[in-house]
């Protein structure tokens, strides 16, 4: 007994110490001790047993607190990169504010929700402080025509996802990237009326971004879709367009086109097969009318014929001094030929001016899909009018008004 509860003692200890050299035999306790010592050893690999699960535990939490530690810290580099992306994307932005203000071009951006205005460049803004009537017109045809833009972007994609049986095999060509780029946009033109009565023409390209906006009110709905529209002032180009055309197809005189566009549209109607009447118009009595009432009154004679043969429809064209060309669609030359000399006779009957009024005419079929060259049927109509005039034309004796005084 002396010996064994000194041992049991010490036992006990070294597991409270957990000294793993601990133990004890139960032979060398007295008997009165044995059962003692088997309750204690039984103790003993219970606590040893919790101390291996502690430890087990302590272990797979601190390489959990690693991995979290290491997460912290990959977090804290990727807020850095962030905020590194962040500046870089600060400094971007106000470098493409400042290109998009320093532009000729203004451009508009609206919500393609809401039509909200969402941003505008310093061009925009001058135009829209300067010239607020015109503004509110582009305005409001930027907002009208943001339906169809969205609807044809929509479509855009819907035909641009790729069918894994249609893709190529290599890369796309540059061709197929700006084709690409072209069909993302809408390429438009805008006419406008200024108050002044001065037309006013721009170019506006089309296209739909994603917006994200800034303020945190409205974080949960950030990201928009929004339409931009770049505005291209074309007034003077179209200005100039204008101009060069009346140069080289419009008669100053009648403000009818002339003989070149006249030229033009039936070698475009040869071209396409259209059946069309040509009939040549030779206006009578000019020469006595410049001669005796001067030649700004000749002018008006002129000007007086070309509006009476606009009104029987087509084209008419003043090719020659005293020569108009009618061309009509859709007409028999005999409806044509019955137009004609009804507003003959008609100016013909008119005594107003002094001095008499009237024409001769021709008609020609052109048929369809015609080879003959366009001169002939020309030269042909201008010989049927002078036999025309030749049978026709009243004497200038027999027309000339004279006063009753004399």
């Known amino acids: 007994m002396e010996h064994s509860l000194p041992l049991l003692i010490n036992y006990i200890q070294g597991i409270l110490d957990q000294t793993k050299a601990s133990s004890f035999r139960r032979e060398d306790l007295s008997p009165d001790f044995r059962e003692l010592g088997d309750k204690i050893a039984l103790l003993a690999d219970r606590v040893q047993d919790l101390t291996n699960q502690l430890q087990q535990k302590n272990e797979a939490l601190e390489l959990e607190n690693q991995v979290l530690l290491d997460n912290i810290q990959a977090m804290d580099e990727i807020s850095w990169a962030l905020e590194q992306s962040n500046q870089e994307l600060r400094i971007n932005l106000n470098l493409v504010n400042a290109l998009t203000d320093y532009t000729h071009n203004m451009i508009f951006v609206y919500s393609a929700d809401t039509g909200q205005e969402v941003h505008t460049n310093q061009p925009a803004r001058w135009f829209q402080k300067a010239h607020a009537q015109n503004a509110a017109q582009l305005t409001r045809q930027l907002l009208d025509k943001q339906p169809e833009i969205q609807e044809q972007m929509d479509l855009h994609r819907e035909n641009q996802k790729p069918d894994s049986a249609e893709l190529p095999d290599g890369p796309f060509t540059e061709e197929q990237e700006l084709s690409d780029r072209s069909q993302s946009s809408l390429r438009w033109n805008m006419a406008l009326e200024s108050p002044d009565g001065i037309d006013l023409f721009y170019q506006v390209e089309s296209f ?32 100039r367009q204008n101009l060069i055309y009346r140069f080289a197809y419009v008669d100053p005189l009648t403000n009818l086109n002339n003989r070149r566009y006249a030229t033009e549209k039936m070698e475009q109607w040869q071209h396409e097969g259209t059946a069309f009447l040509l009939s040549f118009i030779d206006v009578d009595y000019l020469k006595y009318c410049n001669d005796t009432f001067g030649h700004e009154q000749g002018d008006s004679y002129l000007i007086e014929v070309s509006a009476a043969l606009q009104t029987l429809g087509g084209e008419v064209c003043r090719v020659g001094g005293d020569e108009f060309f ?13 137009k004609l000399e009804k507003l003959r006779q008609t100016m013909l009957a008119d005594k107003s001016s002094g001095y008499p009024k009237c024409f001769s005419y021709a008609t020609t079929l052109v048929p369809a899909h015609s080879t003959i060259p366009l001169v ?11 036999q025309y005039k030749q049978m026709y034309k009243i004497p200038l004796s027999d027309v000339v008004y004279k006063d009753d005084r004399i």
């Open 208 to 239: 739909l971004i994603p917006w994200f906006h800034s303020n945190e009110e409205s974080s949960q709905d950030a990201k928009k879709q929004a339409i931009v529209h770049i505005v291209l002032d074309e007034t003077e180009r179209q200005r």
């Open 326 to 338: 009618l061309l009509q669609t859709g007409l028999a030359p005999e409806e044509q030929d019955e």
């Open 376 to 386: 002939e049927y020309i030269s042909n109509t201008d010989a049927k009018m002078y």
